[in-house]
């Protein structure tokens, strides 16, 4: 598929059906995420694939709001950086999570971007720290964000083609 296109059909999808994710097309996300640039050829990002549905409904609790998608998910790929490698950790994790959001959707797979740095639980607790104890990643491993990931039980209409000449956003 052409990139534009791509990425007019990517949205977040938050509803999926009760099917697992085919293992191939699973890796090929991940590969995608692996393949990201990384500043200064560092490489600090790390993920944890989550399968099991008993983690997967923990996971969804790990925040107030916008993650019990969750629950229902196929999979979902924790993106973690070792902050004490490079301190462009948080960077490197959103490129990973861009581009494997992106081949999921190329591979016909659902995903919603779930942030957790910065965010609480339903208690107040850090969302971080709440994943961390979960899934056993030591300390100086900040926890960015999970790609729920899913067969789609909802087809959102593509994005509209932006008009790049007349939007305010552009500054030349």
Not at 60 to 82: F, P, Y
Not at 84 to 102: G, R
Not at 137 to 147: D, S, W
Request: hydrophobic fraction near 40%; aromatic fraction near 4%; charge should be neutral.
């Amino acid at each position: 598929m052409e990139l534009i296109k791509l990425l007019q059909m990517r949205r977040s999808i938050r509803k999926y059906k009760d099917e697992a994710i085919p293992e191939d097309k699973l890796m090929n996300i991940v590969r995608a995420g692996l393949l990201a640039p990384s500043s200064r050829g560092i490489y600090p990002v790390e993920f944890v694939v989550v399968r099991d549905k008993n983690t997967l409904e923990k996971l969804s609790e790990s925040k107030a709001g916008g993650a019990a998608m969750l629950k229902n998910a196929g999979a979902a790929v924790v993106v973690i950086g070792d902050a004490a490698k490079s301190d462009a950790w948080i960077e490197d994790c959103s490129i990973a999570m861009t581009l494997m959001q992106l081949e999921a959707t190329e591979q016909g797979i659902g995903s919603c971007w779930v942030q957790c740095r910065g965010r609480q639980t339903p208690d107040g607790a850090s969302t971080e720290d709440y994943i961390r104890t979960l899934l056993n990643i030591p300390e100086n491993y900040g926890v960015l964000a999970m790609l729920s990931l899913g067969i789609a039980d909802e087809k959102p209409e593509p994005r509209a083609l932006p008009d790049v000449k007349s939007n305010n956003k552009i500054h030349q």
